[in-house]
């Protein structure tokens, strides 16, 4: 019990993030080795078991030191490439030609020397070291939970994953968490391929690949979704995407789900697509983003039900603001006769069960659709208490540039913006009172996360940062 507290202590002082790409980390658990051997082997637990590789000659460290003491690699259960900077720390061009640590070789002999490895954490910067002999590696690793290939898309890497996929593979892999964020180059046969292998999946992000209905439908039945994104991807049909949410058996416990699309590429869900989805999304649900897809007020009232558990929402397309106050005001429904109307209202407001959104992606809306006139009015409840715990509003460029350059009028009602990369928002400011602590966003099922509508599922629990932060929030 004391070795656990001490575990526990010191798990606390260790760093996901580096401070910056060169400076020194975890120099708390460096001096920690020094005080007595219960707390030097504790420290060892935590100093290897998640390491993180922010440039080369961190890695050639690394590599160094648990080939010289192999008992070492057995203690690494996570590999982190995604600080991964591939300029160097401080080296010319020529330097870095003339000292690669960071090889396909070198890349296999740390995982030959990491038998215990659970989660491998890659990214672009590194998509031309993963070989097929590496990617063999990891896949046939009998511990490996949790793989990300972020946006790694350059032909040696497609290559290199697809001949390892066309050769002697176990039929069932024991990883539950797989990101393809973004892996462009990655054929369709590939998901065909590998999918069905995944008996236990619970975490599968293919955003933006060449992901198909046939592949989805590959799931295993036995796999447990709780968080898909599907974002981006041409090769999906809306009916497909709608009949596999709707009775495929790995889908019936989601937390998360993205299927946002870019109309100016793909149009995944139609009207009659969002009608025939939303009834059937489960409660467990805590994330839905239908950004681009097309809508109307009827999907307004569907989409009702699912504002008392679901925190982030993406909106679709052709909504108006005065659609959005019907997610927290009670009103009468649509059909309701002029004659039965008051009745209707005062029946409402009876049934009526608070939302629980705190962030609501309107970036499909124009200023004219989100009259922002009637945002600021009183009578509007979109940015007053009424609409708490609403903290977020995502905007389009177009609506964010306008509110730029109002701030007194935003500081007036208890808002501001904010803007990181390609994407803006108008934010609550938050007000602490009454002994209360401030919320910060964190949620178990955000895996690390704490900022609201990341468009990227985390594979591993971690602080978010470096290329994974970038694609989640930036992009």
């Known amino acids: 019990m004391l070795i656990y507290l001490i575990g ?72 982190d490439f995604s600080h991964f900077n591939p300029t160097g720390a401080g080296m010319t061009a020529r330097q870095r030609f003339e000292t690669p640590y960071l090889l396909p070789a070198t890349l296999l002999q740390c995982l030959n020397l990491t038998p215990n490895l659970q989660e491998f954490l890659a990214q672009e910067h590194i998509d031309d070291e993963l070989s097929v002999e590496v990617l063999n590696a990891l896949f046939e690793m009998p511990k490996m939970k949790a793989l990300d290939f972020c946006a790694c898309s350059s032909t040696g890497f497609k290559n290199a994953f ?105 149009e995944l869900l139609t009207a009659d697509d969002i009608t025939a989805l939303l009834p059937q999304l489960p409660t467990t649900l805590r994330s839905l983003n ?43 429904p649509l059909d309701t006769p002029a004659e039965d109307l ?28 989100l009259d922002l006139s009637t945002l600021f009015a009183s009578s509007c409840p979109l940015l007053t208490s009424t609409s708490h715990p609403l903290e977020v509003l995502e905007l389009s460029t177009e609506v964010y540039k306008k509110l730029e350059n109002s701030p007194s009028s935003l500081k007036r009602v208890g808002w501001c913006v904010k803007e990181a990369g390609r994407r803006g928002w108008l934010v609550r400011v938050k007000t602490p009172g009454n002994g209360e602590k401030v919320d910060d966003g964190s949620r178990s099922w955000k895996w690390g996360a704490q900022f609201w509508g990341g468009r990227k599922i985390p594979v591993a629990r971690a602080e978010v940062g470096g290329m994974y932060g970038h694609y989640m929030f930036k992009r």
Not at 40 to 66: C, E, M, N, Q
Not at 346 to 366: C, F, G, K, M
Request: hydrophobic content about 40%; glycine content about 4%; charged content about 20%.
């Open 342 to 369: 008051e009745e209707a209202e005062i029946q409402a407001q009876l049934e009526w069960t608070p939302h629980s959104l705190r962030y609501i992606d309107v970036s499909d809306l124009n200023s004219a659709e």
């Open 162 to 266: 697809e001949a390892a996929l066309a050769g002697p593979l176990p039929l069932a892999l024991p990883i539950t968490r797989l990101s393809l964020h973004e892996c462009t180059a990655v054929s369709s046969s590939a998901y065909t391929s590998l999918l069905p292998r995944l008996t236990q999946l619970t975490h599968l992000d293919v955003a933006h690949t060449r992901i198909t209905d046939e592949a989805l439908f590959a799931i295993p039945q036995t796999a447990k979704l709780t968080h898909l994104n599907i974002s981006r991807c041409a090769g999906l049909t809306g009916q497909g995407v709608v009949k596999f949410l709707t009775t495929h058996p790995a889908v019936k416990e989601l937390v998360y789900l993205n299927l946002a699309c870019d109309v100016k590429s793909h």
């Open 8 to 79: 526990s202590i010191i798990d606390r002082l260790a760093t996901d993030i580096p401070p910056n790409g060169f400076s020194a980390r975890n120099i708390d658990l460096m001096a920690l080795l020094q005080t007595s051997r219960t707390i030097h082997a504790a420290t060892l637990s935590t100093l290897y078991g998640h390491i993180t590789i922010p440039h080369s000659r961190i890695f050639r460290k690394f590599l160094t030191h648990i080939a010289a003491y192999p008992a070492l690699g057995t203690i690494v259960r996570r590999i």
């Open 290 to 332: 239908l950004k681009g897809s097309k809508m109307d007020l009827s999907h307004i009232n569907l989409v009702i039900p699912l504002t008392k558990h679901v925190e982030e929402l993406g909106l679709g397309r052709h909504l108006k603001l005065k659609d959005l106050t019907r997610l927290f005001l009670p009103s009468a």
